[in-house]
């Protein structure tokens, strides 16, 4: 069956860095592009960044853009988030989702929680 | 980046009423329109894709529909199991964006 499990997730001082990572089971992982998504306590829900099937084509939010850097390793099935530079803003419960313009997200991790504060 | 628009934020309604949740796009943005439900503690589950095609195992009692820049999702009799949060999401750019949400209550 097709799993998202996020990790990375911790809480962290304002300007400091924490890496994310989703490993995804049970598809042929290079044909999806992989998405994160994240929510912020008690609001909706907020796209951050993709990144497409091969690693060619990545796209982020402007509120991350220099912050934030994805990747993607094809040969271990895992998509990495890169957050540098945090702000108390970034925290929230950061999500990686299977993507498709089609069809939408039809699969979710559970979620990695990021708190930034002092 | 494609602004989407959703109304109201929040509504009150009974166990098999009917509900339309409205969502609009600060562009055309074709039939790029999907729904998803969120309930508190959990990931959102997609509901409708494309604006009007139904994710499978999906009850029908769901339906979406429209184009361009108005959209639809309606319930056609609220069950208790109901009662979450919806999001409409375009992905018609390469930025993808949600909407605000719609809380779905309990009168």
């Known amino acids: 069956q097709v799993q998202l499990v996020e990790s990375g997730g911790g809480v962290v001082q304002p300007g400091r860095s924490l890496r994310l990572s989703c490993a995804a089971s049970?598809?042929?992982?290079?044909?999806?592009?992989i998405h994160w998504v994240r929510q912020a306590p008690g609001k909706g829900l907020e796209w951050v960044a993709m990144?497409?099937?091969?690693?060619?084509?990545?796209f982020y939010t402007d509120a991350v853009k220099g912050r934030f850097s994805i990747s993607r390793d094809n040969s271990k099935n895992t998509v990495d988030l890169q957050l540098n530079s945090l702000r108390a803003e970034d925290t929230a419960l950061y999500y990686c989702?299977?993507?498709?313009?089609?069809?939408?997200?039809?699969?979710w991790g559970q979620g990695t929680l990021v708190t930034v504060s002092s | 980046d494609i602004q989407m628009t959703q109304s109201p934020s929040s509504l009150s309604a009974s166990v098999g009423d009917r509900v339309t949740i409205t969502c609009r796009a600060s562009?055309?943005?074709?039939?790029?329109l999907n729904w998803y439900q969120q309930k508190p503690g959990k990931a959102p589950k997609v509901l409708i894709y494309?604006?009007?095609s139904l994710q499978s195992g999906v009850p029908s009692r769901f339906s979406g529909g429209g184009s361009g820049t108005h959209f639809t999702l309606t319930i056609s009799s609220l069950q208790p199991e109901d009662f979450a949060t919806y999001y409409c999401?375009?992905?018609?750019?390469?930025?993808?964006?949600f909407g605000q949400g719609t809380k779905v209550e309990i009168e």
């Open positions: 049970g598809f042929t992982f290079s044909s999806y592009a």
């Open positions: 562009q055309s943005i074709s039939n790029y």
């Open positions: 989702a299977r993507a498709h313009f089609l069809t939408g997200y039809d699969y």
């Open positions: 990144i497409s099937y091969d690693g060619s084509n990545k």
């Open positions: 999401q375009q992905s018609f750019s390469t930025v993808w964006t």
């Open positions: 494309a604006a009007s």
